[in-house]
């Protein structure tokens, strides 16, 4: 049987992916020069070109041990596909930041993903929510996780997480209830399930979602690994959201791929009694993450320039309001209606002044009467 | 029996206290260029300087009726003594910033104040915090603020708040069981008991802390006037944290008031599921206050210059530092201890390069080494 063009690059890709513990810059920069069977062709043979000798090194252990026909097969058996950069499904614009310098310590981009599931990885990758927190979740945080999981399914966002205990395994489980995409991404090979107690949940998500891992079939979880795969829980969503975390969660190091890269962070407050909203009301405070307590403030965080119905701004410009004009509109806040007596004393205005500010401002389209109060239109 | 100077004057002054709705700035106007004494003969006489016409207008329905002594009587009577801007334990400076533009819709500095108790109003009005929020407190809200007020009061601040059902009544209330300081403000007459339900609980505060009132005895309680005291909560503590409130709750006018004196603003944050924590979520989601969890934080919003012990910056000076030794100062954070395993992610830095700044740091005394992990010294 004679092997295709695709076939060998794949298995070039899936050696590639294996020969050293992933991210490795200087495989991908190697694969860059030379494509992928190349690369895999000088990897073997010891012999790579000059700018480049980091490769021998990282893949120095492993060089040797091709497993990539049976990562395929293993991989085809449970039903699972090896995604390239080669492939249309490469979540490119997801992982393009990874590939940024200050992202370098264990941070570039993946060389394949293992992927199971019904989903397309690329528009997985940028139409979702990481959903995080504690293992040791609190029933309040698995009720809040619960409602902003099926909220966002519901609106059609993938539901994002890492199929651990607690949080993770709570959101991609209201995902699945709700009926919408929920993807899980592995620190261990596609074919494993870890933890072993979300193995029916992992399958679920592999039957209706999608299941991601850089890690080979096989892999086992370890802790550098979990530290690794959060990059792509972060890299892979528009928003990531910490619903818990104690004082010491793993989930803080999501938090910070999400920063570095750019993806607006959000964390949910809950009782200052609990020590499971410790992380998050830090990060608050911190001015790290953004406070978010529903599915709509979660895809206002998201989506910061869609739904627009969060923030000050939204509506009419105010460009053409005179200076009493714009203190009112700054008096009334982004949501919910305030009396004229209210705007008055927030803008420091009389009340006669206030209502015929509101008068030229409502013909203009710029605020509603709503039962005797006024909001931003 | 002859009068003194001094009770002339005290006389003068009740008048003008009551011969218009407070706060009044054009008798504080005419005050401040006539005198207390002379001021009174005026309005009385319905005739004043030039310039001063507003002052006819404001006090056209009471000129006529002197109360001043009965006040004053009523005043002796319960213990309650009425501090002017003469008196020594003026609050001057917790109040000056009232007497600015910007605050003169309904936010004049009083004329004078009614007190009862045994504290000294200018001390406890500079050494303060305001716990304030819903009258429809949750059993959470209430848990909060007693664990807040208490701790305020071992640390012999003032715990300031309006006397209300709900989260007031509970500050004022663990204050007291602390031993600690604490001032009602009200917005009604000295005399009266507003709410009714915390008749006792006022009388406790006037034995223990301070009563205050800028209305003139037999003054009932009125929807402007709590609007109006709102203010002097707000000016007369040093940092204003709404425990819990609701979508509309009244703690929002103080808190904007806070905003608008200058006064640093906190709020509790609390499940998100709970209606009385909306407004605190709210009001940080929006950057109005900062998210406050405990005394300590309390305390620090209060003195951002003293405790220091939040935030950034604490400790060492990082001027002599290297560049990787801010990275990895920078990655540490304020509070708690990390591995070097996590500063080298988040200082995007290499383990060695990370261990190499912090025995560096160790020596300069910019870190600590707990059990393995760093922290800032």
Same mark, same amino acid.
């Given at each position: 049987?004679?092997?295709?063009?695709?076939?060998?690059?794949?298995?070039?890709?899936? @050696?590639?992916?294996?020969?050293?513990?992933?991210?490795?810059?200087?495989?991908?920069?190697?694969?860059?020069?030379?494509?992928?069977?190349?690369?895999?062709?000088?990897?073997?043979?010891?012999?790579?070109?000059?700018?480049?000798?980091?490769?021998?090194?990282?893949?120095?252990?492993? +060089?040797? *041990?091709?497993?990539?026909?049976?990562?395929?097969?293993?991989?085809?058996?449970?039903? +699972? #596909?090896?995604?390239?950069?080669?492939?249309?499904?490469?979540?490119?614009?997801?992982?393009?930041?990874?590939?940024?310098?200050?992202?370098?310590?264990?941070?570039? =981009?993946?060389?394949?993903?293992?992927?199971?599931?019904?989903?397309?990885?690329?528009?997985?990758?940028?139409?979702?929510?990481?959903?995080?927190?504690?293992?040791?979740? *609190?029933?309040?945080?698995?009720?809040?996780?619960?409602?902003?999981?099926?909220?966002?399914?519901?609106?059609?966002?993938?539901?994002?997480?890492?199929?651990? @205990? !607690?949080?993770?395994?709570?959101?991609?489980?209201?995902?699945? +209830?709700?009926? !919408?995409?929920?993807?899980?991404?592995?620190?261990?090979?596609?074919?494993?399930? @870890?933890?072993?107690?979300?193995?029916?949940?992992?399958?679920?998500?592999?039957?209706?979602?999608?299941?991601?891992?850089?890690?080979? =079939?096989?892999?086992?979880?370890?802790?550098?690994?979990?530290?690794?795969?959060?990059?792509?829980?972060?890299?892979?969503?528009?928003?990531?959201?910490?619903?818990?975390?104690? #004082?010491?969660?793993?989930?803080?190091?999501?938090?910070?791929?999400?920063?570095?890269?750019?993806? =607006?962070?959000?964390?949910?407050?809950?009782?200052?009694?609990? +020590?499971?909203?410790?992380?998050?009301?830090?990060?608050?405070?911190?001015?790290?993450?953004?406070?978010?307590?529903?599915?709509?403030?979660?895809?206002?965080?998201?989506? =910061?320039?869609?739904? !627009?119905?969060?923030?000050?701004?939204?509506?009419?410009?105010?460009?053409?309001?005179?200076?009493?004009?714009?203190?009112?509109?700054?008096?009334?806040?982004?949501?919910?209606?305030?009396?004229?007596?209210?705007?008055?004393?927030?803008?420091?205005?009389?009340?006669?002044?206030?209502?015929?500010?509101?008068?030229?401002?409502?013909?203009?389209?710029?605020?509603?009467?709503?039962? !005797?109060?006024?909001?931003?239109?």
């Amino acid at each position: 049987m004679t092997e295709s063009v695709d076939d060998t690059a794949l298995r070039a890709w899936a @050696y590639l992916a294996r020969v050293a513990e992933p991210p490795c810059a200087a495989i991908e920069s190697l694969c860059d020069e030379l494509g992928p069977a190349e690369a895999a062709a000088a990897i073997r043979a010891r012999s790579v070109p000059p700018g480049h000798a980091g490769v021998l090194e990282a893949t120095a252990a492993r +060089a040797d *041990s091709d497993r990539a026909a049976a990562d395929l097969e293993v991989a085809e058996r449970i039903g +699972a #596909r090896l995604v390239t950069r080669d492939d249309p499904e490469w979540p490119a614009w997801a992982l393009m930041t990874l590939g940024q310098a200050d992202t370098a310590v264990r941070g570039g =981009p993946p060389l394949a993903l293992w992927v199971r599931g019904p989903g397309r990885l690329d528009e997985m990758a940028t139409n979702g929510v990481a959903l995080i927190g504690s293992r040791a979740a *609190s029933g309040y945080g698995e009720q809040v996780t619960s409602t902003l999981a099926s909220g966002l399914a519901l609106e059609n966002w993938t539901v994002t997480s890492g199929a651990a @205990y !607690g949080i993770d395994g709570v959101a991609h489980r209201a995902a699945l +209830a709700a009926g !919408g995409p929920t993807m899980a991404v592995l620190a261990c090979g596609i074919d494993r399930d @870890y933890p072993a107690g979300h193995a029916r949940l992992i399958a679920e998500i592999g039957e209706h979602g999608l299941v991601v891992s850089e890690y080979p =079939p096989g892999t086992t979880a370890a802790k550098h690994r979990f530290l690794t795969r959060n990059r792509l829980v972060a890299a892979m969503s528009d928003a990531v959201v910490v619903v818990e975390a104690g #004082r010491r969660s793993g989930a803080a190091n999501t938090a910070a791929w999400a920063r570095k890269l750019g993806r =607006p962070l959000g964390a949910v407050p809950g009782p200052v009694t609990s +020590a499971t909203s410790v992380g998050c009301h830090r990060m608050i405070s911190d001015d790290l993450a953004v406070l978010v307590t529903d599915t709509r403030s979660v895809i206002a965080l998201a989506r =910061p320039d869609g739904a !627009g119905d969060i923030g000050r701004g939204r509506g009419r410009e105010t460009d053409d309001l005179s200076d009493d004009q714009i203190r009112v509109h700054d008096a009334i806040p982004a949501r919910g209606a305030v009396t004229i007596e209210e705007i008055a004393f927030s803008a420091g205005l009389d009340v006669s002044v206030v209502r015929s500010a509101l008068a030229v401002m409502d013909v203009g389209g710029h605020v509603v009467n709503v039962n !005797g109060a006024w909001r931003l239109s």
